[in-house]
T-cell receptor, first 116, second 108 residues
Framework: KAGVTQTPRYLIKTRGQQVTLSCSPISGHRSVSWYQQTPGQGLQFLFEYFSETQRNKGNFPGRFSGRQFSNSRSEMNVSTLELGDSALYLC???????????????FGQGTRLTVV | LAKTTQPISMDSYEGQEVNITCSHNNIATNDYITWYQQFPSQGPRFIIQGYKTKVTNEVASLFIPADRKSSTLSLPRVSLSDTAVYYCLVEGFQKLVFGTGTRLLVSP
């Protein structure tokens, strides 16, 4: 079974531009979540989508947005890029939860975004 | 904002048991605790998850005391390939907070 695929792997953008990152979840997974990882702030949760609806959201400005398509693929968009947006952006998908137990997240390799 | 803290780094030798503790004082009643392992240039990988007391799987054990304000990941008999960064995660309703990460270095 293929893992979580993120594209592109690397990206360089200029301040003020916008960027769209893509994530294809594991087949059968309907939950997709996004994270930002930086040396200074560590791993931070951006948002989660389930069945095309945003189910949970972290504490990031409105410049960060996302969406999920009917095939569960997801995109995240960052507008008006700032130097501080340089980070590794990780996507994870999760299988359907059973009972009250949280399910594990399967992460992709990430997209490394550099803003210059 | 919930704070989830871990030691920055730990050193060990092959064959030893390693215990990494995570402090999560603001954990809520319905929050779960999960631990992930991350190698350079890769996304985190699930290790173990628990709610209270002790959970064990084929690679690790997770100890959670009664007050649930901390948790300890135990790796038995580590090998060189266990050198990685380990993150705890506290997850609940409208909350998902990663720990600061612990860099484990296993030496021969």
């Amino acid at each position: 079974k293929a893992g979580v695929t993120q594209t592109p792997r690397y990206l360089i953008k200029t301040r003020g531009q916008q960027v769209t990152l893509s994530c294809s979840p594991i087949s059968g997974h309907r939950s997709v979540s996004w994270y930002q990882q930086t040396p200074g702030q560590g791993l931070q949760f951006l948002f989660e989508y389930f069945s095309e609806t945003q189910r949970n959201k972290g504490n990031f400005p409105g410049r960060f947005s996302g969406r999920q398509f009917s095939n569960s693929r997801s995109e995240m968009n960052v507008s008006t890029l700032e130097l501080g947006d340089s980070a590794l952006y990780l996507c994870a998908s999760s299988p359907p939860a059973t009972g009250q137990v949280n399910t594990e997240a399967f992460f992709g390799q990430g997209t490394r975004l550099t803003v210059v | 904002l919930a704070k989830t803290t871990q030691p920055i780094s730990m050193d060990s030798y092959e064959g030893q048991e390693v215990n990494i503790t995570c402090s999560h004082n603001n954990i809520a009643t319905n929050d779960y605790i999960t631990w992930y392992q991350q190698f350079p240039s890769q996304g985190p990988r699930f290790i173990i998850q628990g709610y209270k007391t002790k959970v064990t799987n084929e690679v690790a054990s997770l100890f959670i005391p009664a007050d649930r304000k901390s948790s300890t990941l135990s790796l038995p008999r580590v090998s060189l390939s266990d050198t990685a960064v380990y993150y705890c995660l506290v997850e609940g309703f409208q909350k998902l907070v990663f720990g600061t990460g612990t860099r484990l270095l296993v030496s021969p």
